[in-house]
């Protein structure tokens, strides 16, 4: 992905939240520590946690693009990112990293990579990549991109060696310019390397509407190969290609600037020829998987995957938001603007599912059930059409008692007919004039969507271009719901594979609250736990 953007362009697609939503008597910030705050159900303001606890993020600063990869030698995932701040200086996003054994705790690294020492140097910035492990000479490759404007060629590719992953050694002899095959020289990036059932290394390089092939048996020499075309007019970045069962994928993250569109998708195909195949003819070469291949919401991007041969994982940013004033952050503004989400922000986590037809979905990390193992009460604070279990009629609710800052929240909810609709709220209390839904929608009698809404007396209603992606509407009308959040990131599951990211400034220490929308549904199984 490219090194240099402007992440005050815009602010991430989402609802207004201020102050002035609050009619409590508490600080703004918090209620006084001083009085019984758990009984209350008035919603304020509070901050998120410098860094992350499981959505990862460092304490000053934020992850750009991961790059993850399996380290057989250490028997963990590294995942490098682009570290990015507030204030970048004038050479910027050196790599840093962290390590997991399960995708749901971390071990920093700090930096692992840096930038060019001055502005006159091919990698001043550094832009997305890849890192592998050669058996044949027992040394760490990162290939990365070497971003400067200065240069005649603004983006090229680069790398370096390492044997322990520590010290590394750039190799300022060696670099791949795409103008010396034909390619552009502004987008030139994000090389993705993975070994193919030819047994050579290959690498793909996203450049102007065409990804660039090379191939290698060493890693040190590389032959062009020939290209294959992205998405009719999208640019596509931060590719990963790799083999899992019987399928070759790509997952990619489609750049193309609307309200529909930008979000990490895959195609599928039987062979790695077939693969590059399928973007001849994107239209007809969808994933039979009901939503064209698209993996998660616009609040998840830039994504890679890894595996240690057993899972494979897959990482992605949350982004921040800004508001529209630059120095404003940590609030949900910009409601339906379709405009960019802001750049870098935390690293979210999910599993790959592979299913029978090779379609892929998202699900939890199994690690992250266990990671949040402490039982917390789930208490009704206030409801409205709700008895025994079960909501009726329009604007029925059940409200429950404030939150953690770290949540696993888990129910299930049976709809009494196909067309019934639910859904999810947070920052919510009974002075709430606008609060944020994630809602189960029938979009058909079988498909359902998860749309993301601003209600109340105050709300927009629906958020244009934070809504998910279609899926079957379960036979037995029964949702499995599994929501985790930390600090404002959350992400929600339906029935183990269905898969919701979303950033919601305000979760914790906060109300939340299932809604039913006209007919009935019925809730059970309702528990809450934290870290």
Partial sequence: MKAIMNILSACFVC?????????????????????DWAGTTTVFIPTDDAGFNTYYTPAIGRCGDPMPFFDQKAGEFKVLYLQEYDNNGACYHPFW????????????????????????????????????????????????????????????????????????????????????????????????????????????????????????????????????????????????????GNWWYMVYSEAYKTSW????????????????ACFNDPGANWPKDGHEGVLDTRAFYAAKTASNGTDRYIWGWCPYRIGADIHEKNTNVGAGDGNEPAWSGALVCHKVIQHADGTLTLGAVPAMAAKYNKEATASVMASNGYSNGSLTGDDAYVLYNRLGTCNHISFTVKTSNNWDKFGISFVRGTDSKKYYTMVVNPETENNRKINFEQEGVEGKGFIEAV???????????????????????????VNGNVCYTQRIYGIQKNCWSINNYGGSVTISDVKVSQQ
């Avoid at 569109?261 to 693969?275: D, G, I, Q, T």
Wanted: contains cysteine; glycine residues 6%; proline residues 4%.
């Fill in 261 to 276: 569109s930008r979000k990490v998708k895959y195609m599928m195909a039987p062979s790695l020829e077939a693969l590059k």
């Fill in 15 to 35: 609802c207004g939240m201020s102050a002035a939503m609050t009619s409590c008597s508490e600080d703004t910030y918090g209620p006084d520590p001083s009085k």
């Fill in 97 to 244: 990293g962290i390590a997991t054994k399960d995708g749901a705790n971390y071990t920093s690294l700090g930096e692992v990579l840096p930038t060019g020492t001055s502005t006159s140097e091919q990698d001043a910035a550094l832009g997305t990549g890849c890192a592998v492990f050669n058996e044949s000479d027992q040394l760490y490759y990162i290939y990365y991109t070497g971003h400067n404007p200065l240069c005649k060629n603004r983006e090229v590719v680069m790398r370096a060696t390492s044997a322990d992953f520590k010290t590394w050694t750039k190799d300022y002899i060696w670099t791949l310019k795409g103008t010396d095959y034909g390619y552009d020289a502004n987008d030139f990036r994000d090389p993705q390397v993975f070994k193919a059932d030819d047994g050579q290394w290959h690498m793909v390089i996203s450049s102007k509407l065409k990804f660039a092939e090379f191939k290698s048996s060493d890693l040190k020499n590389w032959e062009h190969v020939g290209s294959f075309p992205m998405i009719w007019d999208r640019m596509l970045e931060c590719a990963d290609i790799f083999k899992m």
């Fill in 467 to 493: 809504d998910g992606y279609w899926f079957e509407r379960p036979a037995d009308n029964t949702y499995n719901i599994d929501i985790y959040t930390d600090n404002s990131v959350l992400v929600m599951y």
